[in-house]
């Protein structure tokens, strides 16, 4: 009990440093003797003996100090507990102390004394206690014995104790809730933004790579060419003379155009029978093709390819035309072409690139990565929740949203197209390739082509929207859509009807948990992309596939037929340990809702109840295959997560400990989680320690000087992760560079994939083997990364 001046703690402590004072110490040393002094108690606990000085009160002594203890509180005798009311010491309080650590509770006689750990002189957790009794100090001294309150005062005392008492313990029950929401809300924020890191992130195949700039003889002579996407969107070109060997046409998604496609008999044609009044005074995009200034062709591709393929008769043909439309003799290496008069920005080039192929595309593939191409810069900006009562209200609201040019009419059909792309991982299977194939494989049956196509870009907005419902965040689904789409159109193809479907998907599926396809996640995956798949399928069999899919999708039907058909709830059941809530459903839940939604009750035979029960085995194993891998690699030791995504204190936790690891110690935009190991002297932060000491010692520091300059440079790995980008090396190895900075990552152990995808498993400075500490430390702050010493305490270090 802290007490006051004339009885507790408090009274205590001001005996104590009156004591002191009055031994020569000033103010500010007598507090600090007395608090060393406190801190004796709990020795004096442990090791003490115990005297009975009267009935109900008894004295724990060492070396001549004794804490006295009580079992009342007021007029109340307290069951089986004492409580400390004084402490007496002789006359050596200047001596120096040993901080003894404070014990648990600690049992004599079956009687137990409250615990006085080193946070004893805190004012705020002593009164949470609630124990204002009022006793004296000592009761064989002669000081005046303090006065007892009287049994109403004690009753208010004690009443006004338990008040703050709880109130503090709601308070910090309400603290501890908000911050476990906010974590909760944070790491939920950081896995979306990791999963749909991989879908929409497009950046990398949209972002126009410029090189130098190649050699031109602009014609300055000649009048600017002009061609006009909008009535904003309107480009100067000037003609050029260029040397044909330098043009870089390109039919991958890689290039400006961003082709999938060549068609070998245009090209052919061009070659071998150029036809100048398919070129020259045809005006736009037809005319002359267009060029970077690298060299890169934003239109005309094609006859690029077909100019450097000329055969003699078509080149002669060629510079004569020249010739007459522009008195230009041109050499037999060169070619006139058009090029931007001002420079280009990224969004502009593709822009224009995606106009030249407006309504000429090669394939539905050319098409799609044109549209997304040029809606990227609003598709990053687009809203996470679309409203919409209908599939067709819907559409206009994504175009809409996507129109760059208010002035014009939006297009329904290219916005949603590129919104359902944005929202597809880059994978082998994503929309923009299969496509084409899917296509192909139809070419006898286009109508169903079509069918399952407009059913998916119709719902663009209800994929969006259901992938940004954080009323289902472990759905996850952008990272199966286009495998759903892929295995829509397959279903459609091999399949009459939804029930051969279904009756083959359940044969295949149904207790096969045991099965060698359940070793390996990626079939997993597969395995519920196919039946995901044929779950969408059948609505592509409705009258308006596109309305049906529509009301699947909506939010508020999702939660209605999951309670419903007893996979989720608002709350859990009480009675059912493995209920779930809404925001706890999984792919696996969702596929089950999808293939039991919107189907007369004659549909559920048999055949379906098998395929749901084969939906929970997937289930069931990918559970287990995530608990397994989350259990290796068991060398690594245990996992401190409570440094989850704090860099610094994991290395500081890794140093204190030289075992373990954590879990998540890092996050990259792109990358996800990246966990970091102590390892041994061949792997891990210590391997990285070893090499750095090693490499300090070579340049004649000390063993002790060593270890700092070692420790120094690991403080700088979470600025470097943060402040550097991701690359792949040519050995395909994946890094974070920073300047002259590399860390170096791993996503597997001993060829086994790791469940975080992610571990550090080294950290170079480029050129630095041979450059002294001194120097290395100063190259680190000069690119902006701090060096503070680890040794010292770091106060913001978890414990």
């Known amino acids: ?38 801190k004796e108690i709990p020795n004096i606990l442990q090791k003490g003996f115990k005297e009975e000085d009267r009935p109900g009160y008894a004295a724990i002594i060492l070396n001549n100090s004794k804490v006295i203890l009580s079992k009342f509180r007021g007029d109340n005798e307290l069951k089986n507990h004492y409580m400390i009311i004084s402490f007496e010491v002789d006359d050596k309080i200047l001596r120096e102390l040993e901080t003894i650590a404070p014990l648990s509770n600690d049992y004599r006689d079956g009687g137990s004394i409250s615990n006085l750990n080193e946070n004893i002189l805190s004012q705020k957790d002593l009164t949470s206690q609630g124990d204002l009794l009022k006793n004296t100090e000592n009761l064989n001294e002669t000081t005046p014995e303090a006065k007892i309150l009287s049994p109403l005062e004690q009753a208010n005392a004690e009443k006004l104790a338990k008040i703050e008492s709880e109130r503090i313990a709601s308070e910090q029950e309400f603290l501890k809730a908000k911050e476990q929401e906010t974590k909760r809300k944070e790491a939920l924020k950081r896995k979306l933004e990791h999963e749909r890191g991989n879908a929409g992130n497009i950046e990398s195949n949209t972002k126009i790579e410029v090189g130098s700039d190649i050699p031109t003889q602009i014609q300055e002579h000649l009048p600017k060419s002009r061609v006009r996407l909008n009535e904003r969107e309107i480009y100067d070109l000037d003609y050029a003379i260029v040397n044909a060997k330098d043009l870089k046409p390109s039919f991958t998604t890689g290039g400006t155009q961003k082709r999938t496609d060549m068609n070998q008999e245009q090209i052919k044609s061009i070659a071998e029978n150029f036809d100048p009044k398919k070129i020259f005074g045809s005006g736009g995009f037809e005319y002359l093709p267009i060029i970077l200034h690298d060299g890169q062709v934003i239109a005309g591709n094609h006859r690029i390819q077909g100019m450097l393929n000329f055969t003699p008769k078509s080149r002669e043909t060629y510079e004569k035309a020249i010739k007459e439309y522009y008195n230009i003799d041109l050499k037999p290496n060169e ?186 996640s990626d079939q997993i995956t597969s395995d519920i992309s196919e039946i995901l798949g044929a779950s969408v399928a059948r609505f592509a ?58 189907r007369v009750p004659s549909e559920h035979n048999p055949t379906l109840n098998r395929l749901i029960e084969a939906v929970k085995d997937m289930q069931k194993e990918s559970e287990k295959g995530v608990k397994q891998k989350f259990d290796t690699p068991s060398e690594w030791g245990h ?54 000491e090693k490499q300090a010692k070579n340049q004649g ?24 980008n991701a690359i792949t090396d040519n050995y395909g190895r994946m890094a974070i560079e920073y300047k002259n900075i590399r ?19 080294s950290y170079e400075i480029y050129n630095s083997e041979n450059e002294p500490p001194s120097l290395l430390m100063a190259q680190l702050q000069g690119v902006g990364l701090g060096t503070p010493k680890l040794t010292e305490p770091n106060s913001t270090t978890k414990k």
């Open 1 to 38: 009990m802290w007490g006051n001046k004339d009885y507790g703690l408090e009274h205590i402590l001001k005996r104590r440093e009156d004591q002191a004072i009055g031994k020569g110490l000033n103010e500010a040393e007598a507090k600090e003797r007395t608090d060393e002094l406190l």
């Open 335 to 520: 070619l006139l072409v058009r090029v931007p008069h001002e420079r280009l920005n990224n969004t502009e080039i593709n822009n224009l690139a995606a106009g030249s192929n407006q309504g000429r595309f090669n394939s539905e593939s050319d098409k799609a990565i044109a549209v997304l191409s040029h809606y990227e810069p609003k598709l990053k900006e687009l809203d996470k929740k679309l409203d919409a009562d209908s599939v067709y209200q819907l559409k206009s609201v994504v175009a809409k949203n996507l129109n760059f040019d208010k002035a014009t009419h939006h297009n329904i059909g290219d916005s949603n197209l590129a919104l359902l792309m944005f929202n597809m991982p880059r994978t082998k299977t994503q929309g923009i390739e299969l496509l084409n194939r899917w296509q192909k494989e139809f070419f006898n049956d286009i109508k169903s082509y079509e069918k399952v196509k407009k059913m998916f870009v119709d719902n663009a907005g209800s994929f969006h929207n259901l992938i940004h419902d954080m009323n289902f965040p472990n759905v996850s689904l952008n990272a199966y859509l286009s495998d759903i789409m892929d295995r829509s159109f397959a279903n459609l193809k091999n399949y009459p009807t939804t029930t051969d479907s279904l009756r083959d998907l359940s044969e295949k599926f149904y207790k096969t948990s045991s099965l060698d396809m359940f070793e390996k």
């Open 541 to 598: 069999r409705f009258d308006d596939p596109s309305k049906a899919l529509f009301e699947a999708l909506k939010s508020d039907n999702i939660k209605k037929g999951l309670k419903e058909f007893k996979i989720a709830d608002i709350t859990k059941d009480m009675f059912d340990p493995k209920s779930k809530e809404f925001k706890d459903i999984d792919i696996y839940d969702f596929t089950r809702y999808l293939l039991m939604v919107d």
């Open 639 to 692: 996992n401190y997560s409570e440094f989850k995504g704090d860099g610094l204190g994991a290395i500081n936790k890794l140093l204190e400990t030289k075992k373990g690891f954590v879990e998540g110690a890092f996050y990259k935009e792109g990358l996800g989680d990246i966990d970091l190991v102590w390892g041994n002297k061949d792997y891990g932060l210590e391997h990285i320690l070893k090499r750095r």
């Open 701 to 724: 520091l000390n063993e002790q000087q060593a270890k700092e300059y070692a420790l120094n440079i690991a403080k700088t790995i979470p600025e470097a992760i943060e402040k550097g």
């Open 743 to 761: 860390v170096g990552l791993n996503d597997d152990w001993y060829s086994e994939k790791l469940p975080n995808k992610w571990v550090i498993s």
